[in-house]
């Protein structure tokens, strides 16, 4: 499953399937890009991070791309469980400490 | 090692008191933000302090500020509260680039 474009708000995917989430950023002076997972009741989650001298970073099933060209950035989650269920944000860091998030999207994995 | 704790989980007010919001971050971390999460629109910066001193601020009104302890504790406060201002407000600490959030505080405003 795949949110296409610059954002859709949520995404179904099949348990098993790959999924990607994709987010636009705003400020091409944006260092630092970090995306988060958050359920229900609880705070956001790290993720997995990348700097903007790197357009790929690999985690445990998960890996973010950046394009700075566009100002793009993508989580991809390989084989989605039920667990992965949640909102996810991407975030850019600029200069100034403080994080800039996305609008969100929602994940449902489907059974 | 203990995460990010925030209190009280849930508060409930009513327009124009104030309420104040507590944080104690990682240990050993010494930068405390505290962003408002809202459906309409999502995570926003409020602040950030570093060694007791507010090193950025969002767009916010004053109704809205707070501080720093030399333990690295942090409060936030909300005067006047408004109808608005229901939400959830989470704290993070940041240790460089990463930040670990809190579980947040709901606040509802009646």
């Known amino acids: 499953g795949e949110s296409v474009g610059l954002h859709l708000p949520t995404l179904s995917v099949q348990e098993g399937d790959n999924s990607i989430i994709n987010c636009a950023y705003s400020n091409s002076a944006s260092d630092y890009f970090i995306w988060y997972k958050q359920e229900s009741g609880k705070g956001p989650q790290f993720i997995i991070d990348?700097?903007?001298?790197?357009d790929k970073r690999q985690g445990q099933r998960v890996t973010v791309l950046l394009n700075k060209t566009v100002k793009h950035l993508s989580l991809q989650i390989a084989a989605t469980q039920p667990g992965d269920s949640a909102v996810y944000f991407c975030a850019e860091n600029t200069n100034d400490y403080k994080l800039s998030f996305g609008a969100g999207t929602t994940v449902t994995v489907r059974a | 090692k203990a995460g990010v704790t925030q209190t009280p989980r849930y508060l409930i007010k009513t327009r124009g008191q104030q309420v104040t919001l507590s944080c104690s971050p990682i240990s050993g971390h010494r930068s405390v933000s505290w962003y408002q999460q809202t459906p309409g629109q999502g995570l926003q910066f409020l602040f950030e302090y570093f060694s007791e001193t507010q090193r950025n601020k969002g767009n916010f009104p004053g109704r809205f500020s707070g501080r720093q302890f030399s333990n690295s504790r942090s409060e936030m406060n909300v005067s006047t509260l408004e109808l608005g201002d229901s939400a959830l407000y989470l704290c993070?600490?940041?240790?460089?680039?990463?930040?670990?959030f809190g579980p947040g505080t709901r606040l509802t405003v009646l």
């Open positions: 993070a600490s940041r240790n460089l680039n990463e930040q670990f």
């Open positions: 990348i700097r903007s001298n790197m």
